[in-house]
């Protein structure tokens, strides 16, 4: 009887560290890594070098001092003698709202556009064909100047409303349209209110639970579900009911024309819907190229098997098409999402205090600390965009095919 006994194994040495396929890689990422620390550590030093020289120190302190300038636009409370740092949080707020609606209707957007732009119909299909190629190929900056331009150019002024302008008229009383921005209702949150938007965000979880029910069964039964209703009445309701037992406690404010402007309501300024729609429009047209070429990375044969099970051909894009054609879209719609975060800091073009504006404009000039600005700057826009690429990839990562 014979036994096997394991090879002697090779002691260690430091040629190894070169000579071995084992270890030479980690060998030469370990070198790149103290080459890179150096050089970060090199400029550190020298920048501190030059700053002492002459004078001057890294410090934050300004963000504690009083702003002085006043911003259009603002989600919180400020005025003009509140502090750079409010001043920041304010602008960092105005961006994150214009990217998130810029997300969502650039979204909308591109997949109706990608989606026609493969229609049978001739005419449609060059529609979308001439969408995507014109608003894809100039620069947003123009599309931002040209919308902004043609609003102040086109929409009445709040003094027009005094006259019989038929131009110049509210929509349903409570929507005005004018060259300052848009004026629309505000809500006004009464006791019990807080129940009721519970509620509502209860009703939108049981809409995408219901859907998800609904598909899971289809595949697993062949039973179809209707979608429609069944999903507005989950939605709306709930809330309704909840709405009426506590004794409507949510209402509007409507805007009203007083002096020479409207007063109550929400006002959305024209450099924030300028800036808004540019960004939507021309990242929707790269995101319309993204869902095309994802549907047509799916086999035909995909979809004449569903058409030969009977299903319609809106039940085949959403069903069979869409759900296999996310695993090539998403990866590049990280990066549009990334690029509508970015290119929101053209918002300084038409007047819209976003951070690179507050943070990185007024408060950057008047207080002459470039060097932190640009640092917080660097370090926010930094955090957004990793938070962004995190957040879309654990979505690719729960719709990529999963092997067996």
Do not use: H
């Amino acid at each position: 009887m014979t036994t096997m006994t394991d090879p002697p194994q090779e002691s260690f040495r430091l040629s190894m560290l070169l000579n071995d396929t084992r270890y030479r890689s980690y060998t030469f990422q370990f070198i790149a890594l103290i080459v890179l620390i150096s050089s970060i550590a090199f400029l550190m030093s020298n920048l501190f070098s030059n700053l002492a020289a002459a004078g001057l120190n890294i410090s934050y302190q300004f963000l504690g001092s009083p702003a002085g300038y006043d911003i259009n636009q603002t989600l919180v409370e400020y005025t003009s003698q509140s502090t750079n740092a409010r001043a920041a949080l304010v602008g960092i707020l105005n961006t994150l709202l214009v990217a998130f609606l810029a997300c969502v209707t650039a979204t909308v957007f591109g997949v109706i556009a990608g989606v026609l732009r493969l229609s049978n119909n001739w005419l449609v299909s060059k529609l979308m064909s001439f969408y995507v190629e014109i608003f894809r190929n100039i620069p947003v900056l123009i599309w931002i100047i040209i919308i902004f331009t043609i609003m102040i150019a086109v929409l009445p002024g709040p003094r027009a409303f005094r006259g019989d302008d038929p131009a110049a008229s509210m929509v349903l009383n409570a929507v005005a349209f004018t060259n300052r921005g848009v004026y629309i209702p505000a809500p006004v949150w009464g006791p019990g209110s807080l129940v009721v938007v519970a509620t509502f965000i209860l009703s939108v979880i049981g809409v995408f639970a219901y859907r998800r029910y609904a598909t899971n069964l289809l595949y697993a039964t062949g039973r179809l579900l209707p979608m429609g209703w069944p999903s507005l009445a989950i939605l709306f309701v709930p809330t309704l009911l909840v709405y009426f037992i506590m004794g409507m406690p949510i209402g509007l404010d409507y805007p009203a024309l007083k002096g020479f402007n409207f007063s109550g309501g929400i006002k959305v300024g024209g450099p924030l819907i300028a800036l808004w729609f540019a960004l939507s429009i021309y990242t929707g047209a790269f995101i319309a190229e993204n869902v095309r070429a994802g549907i047509q990375a799916i086999s035909k044969g995909q979809s004449e098997a569903a058409g030969a099970l009977g299903l319609r051909p809106g039940r085949i894009m959403n069903l069979v098409v869409l759900p296999q054609a996310l695993r090539v879209i998403i990866p590049p719609l990280i990066s549009q999402y990334l690029n509508i975060t970015k290119n929101s800091s053209l918002a300084i073009a038409v007047g819209y205090a976003d951070v690179t504006a507050t943070l990185g404009g007024i408060t950057l000039n008047q207080t002459g600390r470039a060097i932190e600005c640009v640092l917080l700057l660097m370090l926010f826009y930094l955090t957004i965009s990793l938070s962004i690429s995190a957040i879309m990839n654990v979505y690719n990562n729960s719709v990529k095919l999963k092997e067996r």
